[in-house]
């Protein structure tokens, strides 16, 4: 069974940064592929990031694209996301996901695995 724990979240005035983690159980975390999606109040779940299980791809949701960066340290079972230039609209509980195809998925229902989640609010 692989365990998701995020952390980092919290209240960030606009234009702020926050930087989330996410630690991974699985000692074979460098197989998975990591995936960082969120869910606003009254709004579907919305796909923000995805990272290869290499570190090597990484692609972005629209609405983030330029703003955030996904990134990954295999040696410690961890992914993170870099959330810079908040909005208000950033505003959502954030979850981490894993996979263990190798593809990077877009999609939520693509994922194997998720996190409890993190509230990140971003005020005006």
């Known amino acids: 069974q692989v365990q998701l724990v995020e952390s980092g979240g919290g209240l960030v005035q606009a234009g702020g940064s926050l930087r989330l983690s996410c630690a991974v159980s699985?000692?074979?975390?460098?197989?998975?592929?990591m995936g960082w999606f969120r869910r606003a109040p009254g709004k579907e779940r919305e796909f923000v990031a995805v990272?290869?299980?290499?570190?090597?791809?990484?692609y972005y949701g629209d609405s983030v694209k330029g703003r955030f960066t996904i990134s990954r340290d295999n040696a410690k079972n961890t992914v993170y996301l870099q959330m810079n230039s908040l909005k208000p609209e950033d505003t959502a509980v954030y979850y981490c996901?894993?996979?263990?195809?190798?593809?990077?998925?877009?999609?939520?229902?693509?994922?194997?695995?998720w996190g409890q989640g993190t509230q990140v609010t971003v005020s005006s």
């Open positions: 990272i290869g299980w290499s570190g090597d791809s990484s």
């Open positions: 699985k000692r074979t975390f460098g197989s998975l592929t």
């Open positions: 996901a894993a996979d263990r195809d190798y593809s990077v998925h877009f999609y939520a229902r693509e994922y194997e695995y």
